[in-house]
Every structure is written in structure tokens, then in C-alpha cells.
């Protein structure tokens, strides 16, 4: 066996998980039902909790008001209904010191958990009651008959019928079987050693079977490293790649209309816009084509960022296109871009007075009929400059003469894919400059994993002369009756407000009614005798522009809105904003809403409105805090690191990916510093073998964990 050499991960996604003992065609399908169909699978699928059983306490050792692990066995299990009819389940269990009683509220389904006689581990907080311990609502894991100090607790499921004790059985003979010939590492000896990483047959028999908790961080480590350097791989392959291989136009920097462009400008530019733009243009003037990232904060000044890299393009003779995420903002972008442009003129030989002016098209599915054909026809012969759209403009009918630079406004709504079709659009086989704008804020090593392929600039600076807003939590009725009243003395005073909806699940229809909901109520209620506007994401998008342009226009007091106006709308007369059940946005999107008011001269106020909660228990629940966070502070990269570290574990890839390629034991949040150590790697093995050919074995691993697909949704950022 042994001149088979080491156990490869590869090796292991080839042996079904029959082969085991234990698994007969019952246990295959219910593992199949978790997504486990190898031992690949099997070993990858690590322990979400570790119990130290020798923190373990007994429960005569119980001090109340103390956390602390006990193990226990099930005595007795007793359904209860309370008087404001909520399920109540008590439980009596006891080890060798005593007794005492747990009790669970709103959990009916414990009842089913809790056989007689089982074993369970417990960790919370024991209060006296009654004379005797009891603790409420504790961590409950089911630990089955396993010993050894360190227990490793598995996801469990009980639809698939599988229980920890049963996955660590399997594992256990997995790692077993494979520890003559030893599992093979991948990772370069050299990177191991400067990072001390330890090897990964020990890694997996300490994440497994540890012996202690250091031992178990140590593996956790070196395995979430693995994770990320595979991710990192992937991403700097990539980004080599493209530098190498795709010709990029050498665009012109400095040129008149850039120039007569800033001297238009009625402000100076701010430090940050001043640095960003001299980092563009090193791209735009080199030969590769440039892949960047604008991280700036909602009001940052990012469009005139964007129409200088625009003009760049139209000053070589070429085009540029600026994408937005959705109609309405795609027509303020072409307002406001206009406006910035209006009077600006392109040399033009063909005609007698040597000049014409920039032209500027929108192209929406708005756009039809000739309207639409004439956009076209421009776009198609370089008379449209500058075109402006939804991703009407990457449709396939859509030709551009020579499209030499591609802003993405991304705001987070659009796909990969999307920004990918955009930059598909060669000029004469030459790759158009792109880069891509978002208004969120993502933290340094997020930005790293998510947009690893991308350069990244930073508009950290808000243009002088904001006033800040003024963010206040409104948590309860009363408070709320104080918005209302803030919001008419704003309106009385001349300013506007926005009033955002609640989100409702998922569903555009529920949300939709919400608004309506919300409308009616304010108009016969509290917000009486003002004149208010809806909008949301189901009304024609005529009669959306027709809204906006009356709100713009200050003929509407207040838009009630979903979050359609999360991007883009620009209403400098809108001072006051109050968002309903804000706890149930996230805090990305909460900043965005915000950043909505406090684009004019006058102070501006968001409320942040909540229903007093209350706990299982009945007592008011204080403290939210992604709330808390955004009255704290307007700044929204400390937004993004609070979101971050709020988030916890999975965070952004989870949800982007699925599968083999997840991120498991790494998590962009406590791991900030493995995220860098591991890009680093990447580019360390990357540049001395571009392809890989001296790394067969960690190519070979690439290849087996990420589908085309994990691949294609990495690259194409
Ligand atoms: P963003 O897209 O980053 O949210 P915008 O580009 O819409 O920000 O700019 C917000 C506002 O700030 C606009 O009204 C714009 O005219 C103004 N602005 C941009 N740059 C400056 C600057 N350097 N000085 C003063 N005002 C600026
Ligand atoms: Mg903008």
C-alpha cells in the first residue's frame, strides 16, 4: 500500500462513503441528504463545536449566575403551556453529584429531542429556583456515548437522521485507515515553515480528534489557511492572466477635454479624488487593461471620479459606458452627468467649424422605438461618446464603434456576470478599461477575497462643507409619534423627507403592500394634509420617473418608498429620512438609506425606527446592536468592520458560494490576517510558476474543489 504514496484529497472525493463500516444504503442516503458522498466529503465536513470535558462541571460543583459545561443525562421531559400561551418544556436531568431542571421557552420541538436516558452537554448559566438549580434555555448538544477529553460536536440533522456520535464514528475510521500512508500536503515545505502551519494529516487528526484545545486551534488554523490560499490561488492565477494575456488600449491622460472638464468643475477637487484619479490614469495609460475597484462612501464624489476616466476614453477617440444597477438611477446618472458635461465639445473633422458637441445617451429598455434605434445607431458609428444605461447596454444587439472604458456603478446589485458581458465588449480585439464603483464599504481583506482579482482606490474623503447627519434610534410608539412631528416641522420649514418601509422577507409583493400600507396610514394619520408620494419596485417605470421628478421638484412633501431609493436618488432638499422597522435591514443597507439625506446645505436627521421587542421571557429586549451602530457613526468603512464582525462565521463567500469551494473553518472576520498571509502566498507561488506546472499537486486540488463555476463567480469580478 505504501508505495501508493500519500492519500491525496482527490484520492479521498474517489472512495464512496459505503466503503465504510457503519454505512449501508440507509446512512449513504441519509449523508447523501447533507451533501456528504465521499470521504472527501466526509473529512471536510469538520465539528462546529469542540466540548473540553475537562472544564466540565458537575452539578453539585453549579454556581449560580456562572456559565459552565455540564454533562447530563436525561431524566424527564414535561410540555407545558404558559398563561400568555407560549410553550414551555421543563427537563430534569441529573450526572453522578445531583439534579436539577432546565427549561425551554418557544422550543416545542425539544420535547422530541429529549428521549430518556440520553446524554447531553449543556453550557449556560444555572439560577437558583425554587430551592433547586435550574437553567434556561441553555446550549444543548447531544453527545451520544463518546469519550475523550475533547468532544467534537458535529452538525447534526435530524431530518437526515445523523447525529454527532455517528459522524465522529466515521471519521474517526476514515483518518484511521489513511495514517499508513499519510495524507498528503500540497503546500509548499517553505510556506509551511515561514508561517508555521503545521502538516495537514495533523491537522485533520487535530481539528477531528484533538487531544487539547490548542492542539484543535493549531489545525483550525492551518486548515482555514489552506481554504484561503486555495480561493487566493484562484484569484491571483487569474489576475495574472489577464495581465498577461489581454491587450489593453493606451488611453490618453491630460487630454483637452479632461482639462476643460475640470476647469468646469464649480469646486476643486477633494485630496482623495485627486489621488484616485492619478491611479486610474496609470492604468488607463498602460497597455494592460485596468481592473479597479472605487470604494467610496455615498457622497464621496465618485461621479466626477467616473466621467474624468469617461472622458479619457472619448479624448483617444474611443467610447466610454457607465452602467447602473437600475433605471431610475441610470437616468439621474445621465441628468447629472449632462449637466456636468454641458458645453463641453469634441473636435470633429468632418465638420466646418471644427467642433461638435460631447454626446451623451441614455440607453435603458425605457429607450424604445427611434429613440432607441438613433442610441444605436451612435453607439454603433462613435457618435454617442458616452453612454449611460441599465444592463440594457451588454445586451448582445448593442455594438459600440470602440468601447474604450466601462464604469460599473455597482452599488451592490449587480452580477458578476453582468460586469463581465460589459468588459466582453472588445474595441478591435482590445480589452476595455473597467472599473467598477461601490458605494459599500468593504473591509480590506474582504475586498481581498471578494474582489481579489481587482486593484483597489479609496475615496476616503467627503467633499468639504456636509453637514453630518444626525442618526437617532426611535425604538417604541412614543418615540415614533416624535418622528412624525419632526418630519411635518421639516416640511413646514421647507425641507422633504423619505419614509422607507419595512422589508418583508423576500417577497416584492409583501413589500410592495407594506408601502401601500404605510401610505394610506400616514396619509389619513400622521402624516395628515401632507403631500406624499410613493414609490416602489412594481410600479411602471414611468410613473417611477414621474414620482421622482415631482419629489425632485419639492411638489411631494414625502416619498414613502421601499428601498428602490437606496441608490442613487439625489434630493439635496430631503433632510430627514425615517426608516420603519430599521432592525430588520442590515447595516450596509441602512447606511446606504441614510446616505439618501444629507446631500444639501441643511442639517439632516434619519430615524431609525424599531418595535419595542420583547424576549422569549417577556421582558424588553434593550440594545440592538446594528442599530446602535449606525446612530454611532456615519463612517462607512467602521460600518463594514462592525458588519463584519456582527456577521460572525460564513459572512460574504456563503453566500455567494456553495459547495466544496465554502469557506469551512476560515472566516473573513477572525481571520483578517490569515486572508493577507495567504494572498501573499498566492502571489509568491503564482509569480515563480505561472501555471502551476512545479505545484501539480495544489493545481490538482484547485481543480477539485472548484467548479467552473466557484471559478467563473471568482474571475469575473
Ligand atoms: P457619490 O456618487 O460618491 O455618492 P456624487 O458623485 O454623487 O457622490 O457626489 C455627491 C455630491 O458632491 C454631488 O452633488 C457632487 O456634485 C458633489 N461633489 C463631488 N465632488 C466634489 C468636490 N470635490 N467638492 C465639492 N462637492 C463635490
Ligand atoms: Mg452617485
Request: hydrophobic share 40%.
Amino acid at each position: 500500500m505504501s508505495e501508493l504514496g500519500p492519500i491525496t484529497m482527490r484520492d479521498l472525493s474517489l472512495i464512496p462513503v459505503e466503503r465504510l463500516r457503519g454505512v449501508g444504503p440507509k446512512k449513504q442516503a441519509s449523508l447523501a441528504m447533507v451533501g456528504i458522498t465521499n470521504l472527501l466529503d466526509l473529512v471536510t465536513t469538520y465539528p462546529r463545536r469542540w466540548i473540553d470535558r475537562t472544564n466540565e462541571a458537575r452539578i453539585a460543583d453549579l454556581i449560580p449566575g456562572q456559565e459552565a459545561l455540564v454533562l447530563v443525562t436525561i431524566r424527564s421531559v414535561t410540555k407545558r403551556t404558559t398563561r400568555n400561551r407560549r410553550s414551555m418544556i421543563n427537563v430534569n436531568v441529573g450526572d453522578g453529584s445531583g439534579r436539577m431542571d432546565l427549561v425551554f421557552f418557544n422550543q416545542p420541538w425539544r420535547e422530541r429531542q429529549f428521549k430518556e436516558g440520553l446524554h447531553v452537554a449543556l453550557f449556560g448559566k444555572a439560577d437558583t429556583y425554587r430551592g433547586g438549580l435550574q437553567m434556561s434555555n441553555p446550549v444543548v448538544d447531544l453527545i451520544g456515548d463518546r469519550t475523550g477529553k475533547i468532544v467534537p460536536i458535529y452538525p447534526q440533522s435530524e431530518k437526515a437522521q445523523i447525529n454527532t456520535w455517528e459522524m465522529a464514528g466515521w471519521v474517526e475510521e476514515t483518518l484511521r485507515r489513511c495514517a499508513e500512508r499519510t495524507i498528503a500536503d500540497p503546500v509548499p515545505e517553505a510556506i509551511r515553515r515561514r508561517h508555521r502551519l503545521i502538516d495537514r494529516s495533523e491537522a485533520l487528526a487535530g481539528i477531528h480528534l484533538p487531544d487539547d484545545m490548542k492542539t484543535k486551534e493549531l489545525a483550525r488554523y492551518r486548515l482555514a489557511f489552506d481554504e484561503l490560499l486555495r480561493v487566493q490561488l484562484v484569484l491571483v492565477l487569474r489576475k495574472r492572466a489577464l495581465e498577461r494575456d489581454s491587450l489593453g488600449i493606451v488611453h490618453t491622460i491630460g487630454g483637452p477635454l479632461v482639462k476643460r472638464f475640470y476647469e468646469s468643475l464649480p469646486f476643486p477637487l477633494t485630496g482623495a479624488q485627486t489621488r484616485t484619479i492619478e491611479e486610474i490614469n496609470a492604468d488607463l495609460g498602460s497597455t494592460q487593461p485596468m481592473h479597479r475597484l472605487l470604494q467610496g462612501d455615498v457622497g464621496s464624489g465618485k461621479t466626477v471620479v467616473a466621467v474624468a476616466a469617461l472622458l479619457a476614453a472619448v479624448d483617444g477617440g474611443h467610447q466610454g459606458a457607465l452602467m447602473a444597477p437600475t433605471e431610475v438611477l441610470a437616468e439621474q446618472h445621465a441628468t447629472s452627468v449632462r449637466a456636468m458635461l454641458d458645453g463641453v465639445t469634441v473636435p470633429d473633422p468632418g465638420n466646418l467649424f471644427g467642433d461638435r458637441p460631447l454626446r451623451v445617451e441614455l440607453l435603458t429598455n425605457r429607450v424604445t422605438g427611434a429613440d432607441r434605434k438613433q442610441v444605436l445607431a451612435g453607439l454603433a458609428d462613435g457618435s454617442v461618446d458616452i453612454a449611460i444605461g441599465t444592463h440594457a447596454l451588454i445586451q448582445d444587439t448593442v455594438d459600440f464603434s470602440s468601447l474604450g472604458v466601462v464604469v460599473v456603478d455597482e452599488q451592490h446589485r449587480f452580477g458578476v456576470e453582468q460586469r463581465a458581458a460589459l468588459r466582453s465588449k472588445t474595441a478591435n480585439g482590445a480589452v476595455p478599461d473597467t472599473l467598477v464603483m461601490t458605494a459599500t464599504p468593504i473591509p480590506r481583506t474582504a475586498a481581498m477575497t471578494v474582489y481579489g482579482d481587482l486593484d483597489v482606490s479609496v475615496l476616503d474623503e467627503l467633499p468639504p462643507g456636509r453637514t453630518p447627519i444626525v442618526t437617532m434610534w426611535a425604538d417604541g410608539g412614543l418615540m415614533e409619534a416624535g418622528v412624525w412631528n419632526d418630519i411635518k416641522d421639516e416640511v413646514a420649514a421647507g425641507r422633504q423627507a423619505y419614509v422607507v418601509c419595512p422589508l418583508v422577507g423576500e417577497s416584492e409583493k409583501l413589500e410592495v403592500a407594506s408601502a401601500e400600507e404605510t401610505l394610506e396610514r400616514l396619509a389619513f394619520g400622521e402624516l395628515q394634509g401632507l403631500r406624499l408620494g410613493m414609490l416602489h419596485g412594481k410600479l411602471p417605470s414611468d410613473e417611477k420617473a414621474v414620482t421622482m421628478d415631482r419629489f425632485r421638484r419639492g411638489e411631494l412633501d414625502v416619498l414613502v418608498a421601499t428601498t428602490v431609493i437606496e441608490v442613487g436618488v439625489d434630493v439635496p432638499n430631503a433632510t430627514v429620512m425615517a426608516i420603519l422597522d430599521a432592525d430588520r435591514f442590515g447595516i450596509a443597507q441602512l447606511h446606504q438609506l441614510r446616505g439618501r439625506v444629507g446631500r444639501g446645505e441643511h442639517a439632516s436627521t434619519c430615524w431609525l425606527v424599531t418595535q419595542q421587542k420583547e424576549d422569549d421571557e417577556g421582558n424588553a429586549v434593550v440594545g440592538n446592536p446594528r442599530v446602535e451602530a449606525l446612530v454611532a457613526t456615519t463612517d462607512g468603512f467602521e460600518l463594514a468592520e462592525v458588519d463584519l464582525d456582527l456577521r460572525g462565521e460564513g459572512t460574504l463567500m456563503s453566500t455567494a458560494q456553495k459547495g466544496r469551494s465554502d469557506l469551512k473553518l476560515a472566516s473573513l472576520r477572525r481571520d483578517r490576517k490569515l486572508v493577507e498571509l495567504a494572498r501573499g502566498a498566492a502571489f509568491e507561488i503564482v509569480d515563480g510558476d505561472p501555471d502551476l506546472a512545479k505545484h501539480s499537486s495544489l493545481a490538482d486540488e484547485l481543480d477539485l474543489v472548484f467548479s467552473d463555476q466557484d471559478e467563473e463567480f471568482l474571475a469575473k469580478s
